[in-house]
């Protein structure tokens, strides 16, 4: 099992930009597919981005492709989200989730997670 901390969180200005580290501790993060989910106030956590194992492939949300890059680390056992213009519509505590060997796109594939970041994007 991994153990995932995120942190980057904070509060910034439209257009902004943020980068959200998540450092991971455990055997074998080369193995496991990483990925970013959010959830803001009274919605369900949604998927944001995917890295998979290999790091050759990447996945977005529509929402967020062009604007958010995730990418990884394995010499520092991280991954990484960096956001760039951001949008108001972008406030949401930001959590970062690992899965065994394939990458995927809903949280209830995913089997390890952080305990968040708060991003808060004011207008």
């Known amino acids: 099992q991994l153990q995932l901390v995120e942190s980057g969180g904070g509060l910034v200005q439209v257009g902004d930009s943020l980068r959200l580290s998540c450092a991971a501790s455990?055997?074998?993060?080369?193995?496991?597919?990483m990925a970013w989910f959010r959830q803001a106030p009274g919605k369900e956590r949604e998927f944001v981005a995917a890295?998979?194992?290999?790091?050759?492939?990447?996945y977005y949300a529509d929402s967020v492709r062009g604007r958010f890059f995730i990418s990884k680390d394995n010499a520092k056992t991280s991954v990484y989200l960096e956001m760039n213009g951001l949008e108001p519509e972008d406030t949401a505590v930001y959590y970062c989730a690992a899965r065994w060997m394939s990458s995927a796109t809903t949280s209830g594939e995913y089997s390890e997670w952080g305990q968040g970041t708060q991003v808060t994007v004011s207008s």
């Open positions: 455990g055997p074998s993060f080369s193995m496991y597919a």
């Open positions: 890295l998979s194992r290999t790091a050759r492939s990447t």
